[in-house]
Each structure stands twice: as structure tokens, then as C-alpha cells.
């Protein structure tokens, strides 16, 4: 025997199909929303994170601005320091150069035949002016001098004959070159 189904059962199938087709593509473009809202909360927390480390770096940057800034001042006054300290460390050691340079220079007069009248020092020259009781000493003098260690040139300017208290003497004019560093 042949049974016949008289229900629509084909058109319920269609209809649950169509249900739950509905459903899957509801359900999807729900998902879909979903995750493209998880995707821009994502993504503007990262902006965020992003923007707050950009501000801390810029803080962060000012503030080794000035620093460096401080540093540079530091070298700049440290290289005057160390100028200044040097222009007295000079100074020092030429303080009593030129006390010793008279006083060997007062060593090398022969006491009873020369008398000097005016020494002068300009830079690294200095001028000698005295007088002698003859040429021969005056001489013997100069020679002297240009054995003296921080002389490095003897230059007779003049040389004549005055005469004080009725003796004739010899009166000269040196001029000197002294050596670097004296």
C-alpha cells in the first residue's frame, strides 16, 4: 500500500531553512558588529597608549633639553675655569722671574768699575744703561751678560765718554734679548 503524506512538510522545511537562515545571517552580522566594536575599542586604546607615551617622551625630551642646555653651560664655564686657572698658574711662575733676573743681573756687575744708571724691560727685551771707568770693562761686562743663562742676545746700542766729577768715564746703552720663558 502507497501512503500519501497530504501536509505541506516541504513548505515547513522551507520555512525553517528561511528561519534559520535568517538566524545564521542575523546572527553573523551581529558578530560581525561585535567584533568590528572590539576592533575600534582595540585600536583607540592603542591611539591612546600611543598618545600618553608621545606626551611622557616630549616631557621626558624638555627635560633632557635642559640638561643638555645645563651641561653646555657647565663646559663653557668649566673652560673658563680652567683659563683662568692657567693664566694664574703662569703668573705664578713668573712672579719671580724677573727678581731673579735682576738679582743675577746685579751679581754679574763688577762691583768698583761699573755702576748701572737704568734697566727697562719691555716684553722680552730689556735695556741696560750704566757706566764703566773704560771700554775695556764695559766690554768684559757685556761679555758677561751674553753668558748670563736667560739672555739670549747682546746688542751695544751706544758707547761714549762723559766725564762726572772731572773723571772720564765710559757710558753705555745695552740692549738684551731675554730667552723664551724667562
Known sequence: MIKINLLPYREKEKKENFSRQIFIVAGSFIVFILI?????IWISSLINNLESQIKKSETSLADLDKKIGNLEKFKKDKQELEQKIGVI???EE???????????????VPGADVWLVKITQKGDKINIEGIGRDN???ADFMKS????????????????KT????????????????????
Open 36 to 40: 568590528l566594536a572590539w576592533v575600534q
Open 89 to 91: 698658574a703662569t703668573l
Open 94 to 108: 713668573n712672579r719671580l722671574a724677573p727678581v731673579k733676573t735682576l738679582d743675577n743681573l746685579a751679581i754679574l
Open 136 to 138: 775695556i770693562i764695559v
Open 145 to 160: 751678560i751674553e753668558k748670563f743663562e736667560p739672555i739670549k742676545s747682546v746688542d751695544l746700542i751706544s758707547s761714549k
Open 163 to 182: 766725564e762726572i766729577a772731572g773723571i772720564t768715564l765710559q757710558q753705555f746703552n745695552f740692549s738684551c734679548v731675554l730667552k723664551k720663558g724667562f
